[in-house]
């Protein structure tokens, strides 16, 4: 696997897989590899010539008051972890090269981004994801790119950049990867005391209980909702929101007449947790 830290090279390795007819797949990553992202590799692997990941953890799409310095970082067990999966390429630049002096441009996509996450972090967050995913598009030029479907918003909102601005790549949604309890794996499991990491669990079964209500044929939404609600109660966990939308408008959704978003967010001890199920349409 090779380790490639200039836009340059990356373009000529990519212009090198091009000439030979070689398609490209993309896993955008900030690092912290876990059996999600090890997934997504995976499912690249399988479906493409040339496999790419990056690893940039990008300091746009982080708040004044969040994460970006304690953010956990090894590149050098990542880069084992992804050789061991196969990887090609590890595009793993530093800030000014993503950055440069007089950098100017955003990329902000409106109304999906006013809601959930979007409305919780600020618009700066989609804004940085936004514009660095459609940076990564420009330098590797992949045929697809993997994302995981936990960033259910994330997988939304690039795929309207990706519609908008009629960029040549398919977005491919991963299914979440949970640990034995069923907690969502995150690069932020690791800021979960003992005691956070077992309440972190009542995330997961916040939404299978809201699935169940689901199962048994009902359609309402409040019913699924308030079934979540007592789970998250009973695990003293208040939520930053627990929602019910619509996978690819966001908007919000009343009755579950076709397949549904429902997305939950939280602070569990040190972390920001966010989790979710789709519930379906048809039984
Ligand atoms: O999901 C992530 O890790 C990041 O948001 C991404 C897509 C790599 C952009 O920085």
Redesign the pocket.
Known sequence: MRIIRTIAEMRAAVREARRADRSIGLV???GAFHEGHLSLMRQARAASDLVVV?L???PT?FGQNEDLSSYPRDEARDAALAADEGVDILFAPDAAEIYPDGFATSIHVSGITDVLCGAQRGPHHFD??AT??TK?FGIVAPDAAY??QK?AQ?IAV?RRVVADLNLDVRIEACPIVREADGLAMS?RNVYLSAQAREQATALNRALDAAAAVRESGERDGERMLDAARSVLAEADITPEYLELRDASTLNTVTRVDSDALLAVAARVGAARLIDNHILKGQL
């Open positions: 955008p990553t900030m990056s940039f953890v990008n799409q940085g994801v660095v995913v990564l994302f995981g960033d994330q690039v690069s």
